[in-house]
């Protein structure tokens, strides 16, 4: 089908097909979140795609990037303002609420994957339209929870393989911290201000602590004796910071403390946290980033509800695990194929395929009518460890042909005796792709 230019559909900008060989290590990544969330106590929820506009404005911050420029926003047929969701955290949150879970025993651990959807520029591991597995411990400000969710995200980081890293940390106080130290923030930025990056000049009123991680070269001068938050903390919040990093020491966490590590939405409180390369430089390297969010709840129209969780976009992880090496082949699509010669062949080699598919053995047909040279052809090309070969006159003396595709090794076996044979030998130990 093409579009009325005449050209050929494409994907729209900033998206993709999630083609085999991307869905295996998205597969891979997902398995390992979810075993760590398991063991840490979460259970899973799928809030919907969409949402009232009006969470997201209320629950990320009106004057944040996310709800200023790169939501999407719709009207239904029923004039209700919605959005496709651009982070989970709001929609956890809003159905935190909506099901009465303060009822619960405390705290809620909820752990998800979910599409996310931003109208940004594409970048390196981040998309339009991107995947993001997420947590969130909703219910009780404790330290040692914090300690545990960013052990979490540390431990997935781990069992992927993933080497190099480093955790930053930092604590952005509360409201009351902030509304003492950010007069400080302004006064040192407001000598320079129209000389920084127009974007952060963009943020200046807004959320001027966001100066402080910019990347840009324009605005990066200008950060160099900026006081630190850290050094304004009242005596409570001075003392929850360092009760976080005494229980990360006892886990055995490294972490690295970054004074000016704030993160990007409105809603965090406390506690911050990036899990990145440890000799990355640059603003598109987070593998995992997460924080405390004590006020969000309320924000939504809530009670004062604690919160802390992180996300983890699975194309930026993608994109780390390929560059370390780390990427798992694409599943073999079949375990056997089976290749034809001769009239009537294919009824019996039908047979043979649902046979061996009961089994548990993945099995397909070679199609199309092709000569015997071609079907074995797309057998070593399909992955598969064995080729049926299924000739008529051997089918009519009762046998067929097996060929080990990863040997090359031939024999002949009774047609009643090939599915187990083959069962056998690939469910029992299970089947793995030969590597190239």
């Avoid at 006064?187 to 127009?198: K, S």
Wanted: hydrophobic share 35%; net charge negative.
């Amino acid at each position: 089908m093409s579009s009325d230019s005449g050209r050929p559909f494409q994907t729209p900008r900033g998206t993709r097909d999630l083609l085999p060989e991307d869905h295996a290590i998205h597969t891979h990544i997902l398995d390992h979140a979810r075993n760590q969330a398991r063991l840490a106590g979460f259970g899973f929820i799928e809030p919907p795609t969409f949402e009232q506009a009006e969470l997201f404005a209320r629950g990320v911050g009106e004057g944040t990037d996310i709800v200023e420029k790169e939501m999407y926003i719709f009207e239904d047929r029923g004039g209700e303002r919605l959005a496709l969701r651009p982070e989970g955290t709001a929609s956890v949150c809003r159905a935190y609420l909506q099901h009465g879970m303060a009822n619960l025993s405390q705290p809620v651990k909820l752990a998800y994957h979910l599409p996310i959807f931003r109208y940004e520029r594409p970048q390196a591991g981040r998309f339009r339209q991107h995947t993001q597995f997420g947590v969130e411990a909703i219910g009780v400000r404790d330290a040692a929870l914090d300690a545990e969710v960013i052990d979490l995200g540390w431990r997935i980081a781990e069992t992927l393989g993933l080497s190099d890293l480093k955790i930053l940390i930092n604590s952005i106080g509360d409201i009351e911290d902030r509304r003492a130290y950010v007069p400080l923030l302004k006064d040192h930025f407001e000598p320079h201000i129209e000389r920084i990056a127009p974007d952060d000049q963009a943020r200046w009123d807004r959320a001027p602590m966001r100066l402080l991680d910019s990347k840009d070269d324009r605005t990066r001068p200008y950060q160099d004796g900026a006081p630190l938050i850290t050094d304004h903390l009242r005596p409570e919040s001075a003392a929850y910071y360092d009760a976080v990093k005494s229980h990360l020491e006892a886990i055995g966490i490294p972490y690295e403390e970054t004074p000016t590590l704030v993160r990007g939405l409105d809603y965090y409180t406390h506690t911050v946290f990036e899990i990145v390369p440890a000799h990355a430089d640059g603003s598109q390297v987070t593998v995992l980033a997460g924080g405390r969010y004590d006020g969000l709840i309320e924000q939504i129209g809530g009670p004062p509800t604690p919160g802390i969780g992180f996300g983890m976009g699975l194309e930026r992880m993608a994109h780390h695990l390929r560059e370390q090496g780390l990427a798992p082949d694409a599943d073999a699509s079949t375990g056997v194929l089976i290749a034809t010669l001769g009239e009537g062949a294919d009824i019996a080699a039908s047979k043979i395929a649902g046979d061996l598919r009961r089994q548990g053995v993945a099995a397909t047909l070679a199609f199309g009518g092709r000569s015997l040279k071609a079907q074995l052809r797309q057998a070593n090309r399909s992955g598969a460890r064995y080729a049926v070969i299924a000739g008529a006159r051997d089918l009519a003396d009762g046998h067929v042909t097996i060929r080990d595709l990863q040997t090359s090794d031939q024999r002949q076996v009774e047609l009643g005796d090939v599915v187990g044979q083959l069962a056998g030998e690939l469910t029992n130990p299970p089947y793995t792709r030969p590597q190239d």
